[in-house]
């Protein structure tokens, strides 16, 4: 599913986010990217959405070599995958279910489907009831479900989750993972990157830890362990 | 993209245009002064030109340019014949010394250039003045008469000279004004575009990351800047047909109503200007949201 070969990123002011980064994660995996601030997770989503293109190295996805993209193929390269902020970045004039839909119009959904699909997608993340509210009136954790519901509409293979609990407290924190658990055994691969030392620990899924740019440990708790090469 | 999101683009151009009212009047303003500078300019340039090809039929002075070969004798005894033509008013013979000093005086300090001639290449001449610009069709017909005559020039002078003088420092000067007119015109719409984007950044930043393309996202933006091009273009189009619908009878209280004779219909060129202003003012609005929006639609900066 996602292919990192040999990737190292530097930026312009010379700082070397991505050192030379190895990593193969399957179709319908959950991992999770931890290492502390600065690290080079957020380098390393920004990559994936091919935001930016790596210094050296070559990245595949769903088996297209994703450097070679084109910029007019990247907007359909981000439909295959879905994102969500600690900050939900959600619209505040937009009820629920329109920010939902806004996710679907603005890649040319066909009214129809828009009304098949994002009902769907909210009982996937329990918010039918809430539909016509607006975000200022849930909970942050209510508000990252939106976000997750809007990141899932339009089906994408890959979920991306940059540090999804930062702004929300610890039993929400957890609430949420189920909801994340649901979707990947529903067949979403998952990557999610994290401080949350409690979410780490409570599930057994695997763990990338970088540290200054490099790989340090690549663990897998339910079979063996692999140490950076 | 279908019919209905490209209606809701026009509409959400034109709320947007609403929101930012200020700005949009600035906008709106700022093109049609331009383009009404623009059509100013174009009327005076396309009329002028119209009197120009119409005096060039009505000339009173010719001069006709001899052949070489022709000896002392002939050249006199043609003037005596066109002296007596009952159109001519009077005869200047000039011989190619006259003709080559003439030029050596005009050239100045380039003179010298003319040194170096072996022969005069000049031919000998006569300017011809005509009694009335209305005896030039008949003059000209004898004339064609004659033989030993190279070639045939007529003129109105004063009148053309004058008139190309006076549309060739328009042209230069009008163009210059007009480009830098346009160039603040896109810049202003652009800046109004810019508060259109400023306002939906986090609407952007979603598409963005959920894969709409470019162009939809820019399509609100460039409807919006389009709608105030052709808004500014659409006034300062009313304002040019009503104006030169009215210049009759201005010049009429001017005094100089023979002008009026001359000047080009106005069913002549308004179309010609309705398209002219109506690509320009698409052209600016166009431009000017493009650059507005480019800046949101780059990839993260590395
Ligand atoms: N756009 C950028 N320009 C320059 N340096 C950057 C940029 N983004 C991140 N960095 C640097 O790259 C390193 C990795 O950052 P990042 O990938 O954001 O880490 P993390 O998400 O793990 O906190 C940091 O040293 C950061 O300062
Ligand atoms: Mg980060």
Redesign the interface.
Known sequence: MIRFENVS?I??NEVGALKNLDLKVGRGEFIFLVGESGAGKSTMI?LL?????PTSGCIYFDGREITELSNRK??????DI??VYQDF?L?NHKTVYENVA??M????A??KEIQRQVPTILSLVNLSRKSTRYPHELSGGEQQRVSIA??LV?NPKLLIADEPTGNLDPATSIELMEYFIHICNKGTTIVMSTHDHTIVDRYRFRVVRLSEGELVSDIRRRGERHEAI | ??R??GFRQIREGFISAWRHKAMSVASVGSVSVALLILGVALLIVLNVNAVVEKTRENFDQIQIYLNDDMGYTDVVAMGKTIEAYPEVLSLQFISKEDALAEMKANWGDQAELLESLDTNPLPNSYIIQLNSIYYSKSALLRLSGLGGIEKIRNYNQDMINRLIEMTEGLRTFSVGLILALILVSVFIISNTIKLAVEGRK??I??????????G??RGPFVVEGIILGIVGAGLSFGVLSLGYMNIAELLEQAGISFVVSYLIPIEGIMQDIIVLFGTLGIGIGALGSLSAVKKQLG????
Do not use: C, Q, W
């Open positions: 990123k930026y312009k920004n959405l091919k935001e930016m293109d990247i907007p359909y390269h981000k439909r879905g994102i970045k619209l806004f996710g119009e603005v890649v040319g066909g009214r809007r990141a339009n | 993209m279908k209905s999101s986090d609407e930043f979603i598409m963005k990351s959920v894969g709409a393309t470019n939809f996202i990839r993260k900066k590395a």
